[in-house]
């Protein structure tokens, strides 16, 4: 038998992570990227972090760097920004992890299933076939199989790279 182990995960599952002060999606500082944080990229229109509590491995989070709430707030180059930074993402997601399908979804509401509402935020999830089983049906625990530092550590790069990420 194979131990799976998501240590970081162990705060979110009793409910005892602290809480961030601030807006998720605005990390301190203006460094494109910041592991502390998570941040994989950010400049003058989006910010892209990996999720501290993944639903899978490499689960992504793009949000704009302004802050709002519903997709009709954005303006024609924030809108093309972001459609052209899921993209970059899901190349990033296909070259290092090799997923056999990605999920990419948009909650916008609190009543749609958003748990940050006020900023609107895109999620992409890698999956592959069998990747989730019974523990997430019986306990709501997902099994992930790289430590998400190590995740970071596979993924920064590309999104420091000019010729890998669309220009603003």
Known sequence: MNTLWAPWRMEHVLGTAPAISGCLFEPPGSAAQDKTHLLLFRDELTVVLLNRFPYANGHLLLAPRRHLADLTELNEEENARLMAMLAACSTI????????????????????????????????????????????????????????????????????????????
């Open 93 to 168: 997601l296909r070259r290092h992890l090799r997923p056999q399908g990605i999920n990419i979804g948009l909650n916008l509401g609190k009543a749609a299933g958003s748990g940050i509402a006020d900023h609107l935020h895109f999620h992409l999830v890698p999956r592959w076939e069998g990747d989730h089983n019974f523990m997430t049906v019986c306990a709501e625990i997902r099994t992930i199989p790289q430590h998400i530092e190590q995740t970071f550590d596979l993924l920064g790069p590309d999104f420091l790279r000019p010729t890998v990420l669309p220009t603003p």
